[in-house]
Each structure stands twice: as structure tokens, then as C-alpha cells.
């Protein structure tokens, strides 16, 4: 892979509970001039992922509701400072206030993480292939913070047809040396990627993408393959 493209797909179409986020992708899709080919890859935003499947709930405004939500969500809160909360969610993230968004929703309202990220993934992958017969690899992202670094990047909270992670052990790397314990993780690569074209303040939710090498399409999911088991977890 020597170069790879991505394409910001806009809407301007507020989701809302129900809504067919495949008809808007593809409306998109065509917005800008493009057509869905093989193993390109199409990067949904959680909050249209979530806003589609109603995780969508009140919200009064207060300090006191927001924290109630946050840790509605959370089967673990790991530190507090104010309002703050950094927790485990339900799917295993470790992120800032589980993840619930105030930003981009109707007035009165808080959108939490979509259920079953990588469920969701799967669903929107077998739909665009029912409809354009063409296969491609989807990703359901967000944006966290990273743990002792400033700034957020997206990440991927779901995967449907590519290889979360590029397993590199066991190959040499340029000076002929055994690679023991490099695992690429490539689904948050790609997310970190996208995230530079999905402008926030303007009605991105959609990314396309290609280029990518075709080793890295194939079975997997974030739960299965990303997210790390307790045993395995140092920090734990």
C-alpha cells in the first residue's frame, strides 16, 4: 500500500430514531461523485449509529443528570474529577464519561454509545452489499482521549469485514530481525485517518476509503480483536 484515499461523505440530514442510514450513505456517496467499488471501506460515526438505533435519552441540563447518565452507563468508573468521569463501558472501552455526547443532538437529549458497536457494523456492511452488490469492510467510530496524552483521536467501537488487527509476529522486519510481539492495531489507524475528513461542525458522518492493502480485509470485530481481555491487562 502506497497510497490511500479518503473521501468525506456529507448529509444534511439530522438522524433521527429509525432513520435508513444505508439510503443516506449512498445519497452521499453519489453527492460527491462516487461510486462504492470493491474493498473500499466506509467509516460510519457512532453518534449516527446511535441516533438511527434510538440510544438516544433525556437530558435536563444538569450536573447532577449528566453524571447519572454516565455512570448509568458504566460498569466501572475508574477515576472522578468534577463532573468528569473516566469508566468502563458495557463493550469494555475505557473512555471519558462512557462515551455519552451533549454536542450535534437535539435540545434536551444526551446520545449514548451504540449497544453492540460491531453488531451494528455488520448489519450496515450486509445491507450495502444487498443493495450495490459490491463488497466492502465497514467501521463504527468515535472519538476518546488517550491515557496520559493530550488531544482525541478516533477510534473503531465496531468492524464488519476487515482485520482489526494486523498480527506482524512471527515476519522479519527490515534488518532481518524476528518481530515477537507487533500487532498492528489497523481498524484504529484507519479511524484516526477518517477523522481528519469528518468534520465535526459539518455534517460528515461518512467517510469513504481506499487503497487499503487487501490482506487487511477479512473476518474479525473490535470486541474480539481490540478490546483487551482482563487477564491480559496489566492495568487491571
Known sequence: MSELRLVSLATSTMVHEGDDLVDLLLAAVAEAGETLAHHDLVVVTSKVVSKAEGQVVPFDGTDQHKVA?????????????????????????????AGVDLSNTDEGT????????????????????????????????????????????DVALGSAGLRPVLDLRGTLDANGRLLE???????????????????????????????????????GSVSENIVRSKHEDLFR
Open 69 to 97: 447518565i454516565v455512570e448509568s452507563e458504566s460498569v466501572r468508573v475508574l477515576r472522578r474529577r468534577g463532573t468528569l468521569r473516566i469508566t468502563e463501558t458495557r463493550h469494555g472501552f475505557i473512555n471519558a464519561n
Open 110 to 153: 444526551a446520545v449514548l454509545l451504540p449497544k453492540d458497536p460491531d453488531r451494528s457494523a455488520r448489519r450496515l456492511r450486509g445491507e450495502i452489499e444487498r443493495r450495490c452488490a459490491v463488497e466492502v469492510a465497514v467501521l463504527v467510530t468515535d472519538t476518546f482521549g488517550r491515557v496520559w496524552r493530550q488531544g482525541v483521536t
Open 181 to 219: 510481539a507487533t500487532e498492528v492495531a489497523i481498524a484504529d489507524e484507519i479511524a484516526g485517518a477518517a477523522n481528519l475528513v469528518l468534520h465535526k461542525a459539518a455534517g460528515t458522518p461518512f467517510a469513504l476509503i481506499r487503497g487499503l492493502d487487501e490482506s487487511f480485509f477479512g473476518p
